[in-house]
Structures are given as structure tokens and as C-alpha cells.
């Protein structure tokens, strides 16, 4: 079995949400338009919805993160459900053993769902493999593998800026597409999304092997990438790769990748700008492009709750009550 | 089967007796996703009130969501309106066992708290499994055991009897 299988029931429905691969367009489209109908929810009276009332969602973080911890535990509490949040300090003799250990104790509480953030590609889909019928897994990103709800949370950042066809438009990658996670279920979400023209724009050293199969152009130069793109992802480079052998120096990336106003001139006048956060401002992007009128960066963040909120109700309500199983 | 627009006068008619009976002013019309959404267009321009109608998608609030999962075609909640001390006009295209009604009205509570809500429906099928009554209906029908009532539209509404598969 692979991931893309163990994440879909019988009927072909989604039970946990682990990548992006396998899944088909109306899958995505359901996700999105779920999404989209739980944007408002934060302008009402009570931001709350009743749906998962009764429900324990555990956040397990062997990874440390901000953003997407908080945006998950604010989605699962806007949907009425109680959450746990653990913090397990990774450390390098971690093995699977050890993680079922946890996720056996964590099951013990009588949980629901498990939101895994992991250093290690597969870890949310191992949990997916070995726990109880009933509970859920949504992957809050694996290693180099896969982030999915932060690919959808792009995705539905996109698609209300420039409306639903996707195979109308060009969307560039910038930056380390080697390590990173979003990335790759960036480019998985838009080719199942019918777009056509993806770009990844990167030094040769921070592109993947398998650049070639995954359904993009490969751009080395920042200009020629950004030409007439209606859309720009960027990328976060983390600071020890410039220590390794990867990259000459901060100076030097920011020249040839950073993203200025003045390179971003050759993108499409309506062009948006994104970024999964954290950025490192100076280093792949320039403040004034964060801060700037192209910049949907925040609205990222806030499209992530609902995305979050999205893809835990779906799972969940596909989940067969332990009752049923009897 | 049914001439939809003579029911609906008689919606019209039977609501406009409650809100007299209620003395509410200015009431807002909310329909529920999708067919109560059609009845409410037809009953705004039937009771000549202003302003907009609001939509509500009980999806989130339904009952058996851990039974039957979520609907995949939800569309969004939109109250373009402050319901703080409104008159309330909640509209269906069908009443049945009253379990949308109870979620709708839940849902409505979490934009704020109406000075009172009156139930509209094109028809009433019976069936009730909570206590909750129509303060205006444009018909009662009986229907056979297996038997269900759909209003399709929007353009023409047109209600259909079929059996249960």
C-alpha cells in the first residue's frame, strides 16, 4: 500500500490527510469550496461551529513550529473540539518504536484525530498505519515529504485572488525546492489542479534529483522564472544550508534569488506574492515585497484556520464512529 | 403537481397573518441552503420587504455529521444583516422531521440573538422527530411510507414526489 491509498476508505473518500499525491481534483475542489464556506466564520458573533463538539484532536509536534501548530489548534477549537497539545522533544535515537510508544499513550486518552508534525518523511503516515480504525491523521508536515494542508491553504490563497481556473495560470516556486516540503505538495496540488505552468526557480544545488518527473519547468535564472507570472511562491532558506556546501554566501543567494520589487517588475502587474512563513526578510525576499501591495502572505495565515478547519471535518465525518466498527 | 406559485401566495399570505400576529416589524429573511433560499427570493418580493437575504449552509450544525460525514457541496453562511433584536423570518423549502430547522435556528443563535423567530415553509410533510411547529405553511402533504417531496430550481421551482431509493 502506498500513502496515497491508505489516506482514502472504500467509497474513496478521504480519512486522513497525508499528501497531496493520489488524490483527485474533485477531492481538492471539495476541500477548497469546505474551506472557502468557513472563511466567515471569524466575523460572526460566536466564531465557533458545533461540528466536532465531543471530539480530542492531539497535536503531536516532534517538530517544533508556530504557525501551523497554532493555526491547527485554533481550527480544531473553532470547530468545538478539545485539544491536547504536545511538544515531544525530537531526539536523534527516536525510532519508530518509540513513536508508537507515544502514539499508543496519546490513543489511551481517547482521542480522535492526531495532527503530526514530524523531522522524519512517512511519520504521519506510519501513525495513519497503526492506529485505532477511528482516529484520523492529518499531516502537519513530514521531513522533506509532504505539507498538504499548507499546499491547500496556497492553494485556496490563489484561487480567491484568481478565481477558479488554474489552468490558466503561471505559478513560480523560488528557492531551496530541495528541502522543502511545501514545495513539493505545492506542485502536486496545481498539476491535480489543472495548472499547466509551474515553475521552480532555483540554484542547481537546491534542486531535488527528481526534478525532471515532477511536472515543472526548471528556471535557474530569477528574471526568466517571474516573467508574466500571475503568482510567486516563495520559499524559506534556512541559514545552515549557506554554512554547507550548497550556496557561496547569504550575499551572493540574495543577488542572483532574492526577491525585490524591481525583480518582481517582469511578473504580471496583478501578480501575488507568497510565502509559507517564516521569512527570513533580506535573505530570499525583501522587506519591502513582504510588507508590500502584492504580498498575501497574512492572508495565508488566516486561509490556513479554515483550510485546517476544512480538511478536519471532512476526515472526521468520514471516520466510522468506533461504535460502528463493533 | 403543484401550481408552486399559488403556494407560495399562500405562504405569503399565512405569513404575513403571524408577523401581523407578532407585531414584528421589519423582519429579515433568511433562507436555508438551497430550496429555502428560493422561497425566500420569492417571499421578499411577495411581502415587498428591503434589503437582503441571508443564506445559511447547516452543514456544520447537522446532527448525524458523525453518521453520514460532511456534505461536500456546503456553501457558505451569509447573514448580510445584524440579527441583534431583528424579527426573524427562517425559510424552507420542506419541513420534515424538524432536525434542519433545530440546526438552523442553533446557527442563527451564533450571529446573535433575534428578537423572535417565525418558521416559513412551502410544505409542510409531517413526520416531526422534535417539537418544533411552522408559524406559516404553504401546504400539507401526505406522502406515502418511501415517499419523498423535492423542490427543484431555480428556475422554474418545481416540486416532485419520488420514491425513496
Known amino acids: ?326 | 403537481m403543484h401550481d408552486i406559485e399559488r403556494l407560495i401566495d399562500t405562504l405569503a399570505n399565512a405569513l404575513r397573518a403571524a408577523l401581523a400576529a407578532r407585531a414584528a416589524s421589519a423582519p429579515a429573511l433568511v433562507g436555508v441552503h438551497t430550496g429555502g433560499v428560493w422561497i425566500a427570493e420569492r417571499l421578499r418580493e411577495r411581502l415587498d420587504l428591503p434589503g437582503p437575504i441571508g443564506t445559511l449552509d447547516i452543514s456544520f450544525y447537522r446532527d448525524d455529521f458523525t453518521r453520514v460525514g460532511m456534505n461536500p457541496q456546503v456553501r457558505p453562511s451569509h447573514l448580510p444583516f445584524d440579527l441583534e433584536g431583528r424579527h426573524v423570518i427562517l425559510v424552507d423549502d420542506v419541513l420534515h422531521t424538524g432536525r434542519t430547522t433545530r440546526a438552523a435556528l442553533n446557527e442563527i443563535f451564533d450571529y446573535g440573538r433575534p428578537a423572535s423567530v417565525l418558521l416559513a415553509v412551502l410544505v409542510d410533510r409531517g413526520g416531526r422527530e422534535l417539537p418544533i411547529a411552522a408559524d406559516a405553511v404553504g401546504a400539507h402533504v401526505d406522502l406515502a411510507p418511501g415517499e419523498n417531496i423535492k423542490l427543484t430550481g431555480p428556475d422554474p421551482l418545481k416540486l416532485t414526489i419520488q420514491k425513496r431509493p
Open chain 1, 1 to 326: 500500500m502506498n500513502p496515497a491509498s491508505i489516506q482514502l476508505d472504500a467509497q474513496g473518500r478521504l480519512k486522513h490527510f497525508l499528501t497531496i499525491e493520489g488524490l483527485k481534483r474533485q477531492h481538492l475542489i471539495d476541500i477548497l469550496d469546505t474551506a472557502e464556506s468557513l472563511t466567515g466564520v471569524a466575523e460572526r458573533r460566536v466564531k465557533k461551529l458545533p461540528t466536532l463538539r465531543g471530539k480530542t484532536v492531539a497535536n503531536l509536534f516532534f517538530e517544533s513550529s508556530t504557525r501551523t501548530r497554532t493555526t491547527f489548534e485554533l481550527a480544531a477549537k473553532r470547530l468545538s473540539a478539545d485539544v491536547l497539545t504536545v511538544n515531544i522533544a525530537t531526539s536523534s535515537t527516536s525510532k519508530g518504536e518509540t513513536l508508537l510508544d507515544t502514539v499508543r499513550n496519546i490513543e489511551a486518552m481517547q482521542c480522535d484525530m492526531f495532527v503530526v508534525r514530524h523531522a522524519a518523511s512517512g511519520a504521519a503516515e506510519f501513525i495513519a498505519r497503526h492506529v485505532r480504525p477511528h482516529i484520523a491523521v492529518l499531516n502537519a508536515g513530514d521531513g522533506r515529504h509532504a505539507h498538504p494542508t499548507q499546499a491547500m491553504l496556497d492553494m485556496l490563497t490563489i484561487r480567491r485572488h484568481k478565481g477558479p481556473a488554474f489552468q490558466d495560470l503561471r505559478v513560480a516556486i523560488v528557492g531551496d525546492i530541495l528541502h522543502s516540503r511545501v514545495a513539493r505538495s505545492d506542485i502536486h496540488a496545481l498539476n491535480v489542479l489543472g495548472c499547466a505552468n509551474v515553475r521552480v526557480v532555483a540554484p542547481r544545488t537546491l534542486l531535488p534529483p527528481e526534478v525532471g518527473t515532477l511536472g515543472v519547468q526548471v528556471f535557474h535564472d530569477l528574471d526568466q522564472g517571474l516573467r508574466d507570472v500571475d503568482v510567486v511562491i516563495m520559499l524559506r532558506l534556512q541559514r545552515e544550508r549557506m554554512s554547507g556546501a550548497l550556496l557561496p554566501s547569504a550575499q551572493e543567494y540574495y543577488q542572483q534569488y532574492g526577491l525585490t520589487e524591481e525583480r518582481l517588475a517582469v511578473a504580471r502587474p496583478d501578480a501575488i506574492v507568497m510565502h509559507p512563513g517564516p521569512i527570513n526578510r533580506g535573505v530570499e525576499m525583501a522587506s519591502a515585497v513582504v510588507d508590500g501591495p502584492r504580498s498575501v502572505i497574512l492572508e495565508q495565515v488566516t486561509n490556513g484556520i479554515a483550510v485546517r478547519m476544512a480538511v478536519m471535518s471532512i476526515t472526521l465525518g468520514n471516520q466510522s464512529s468506533p461504535a460502528e466498527d463493533a
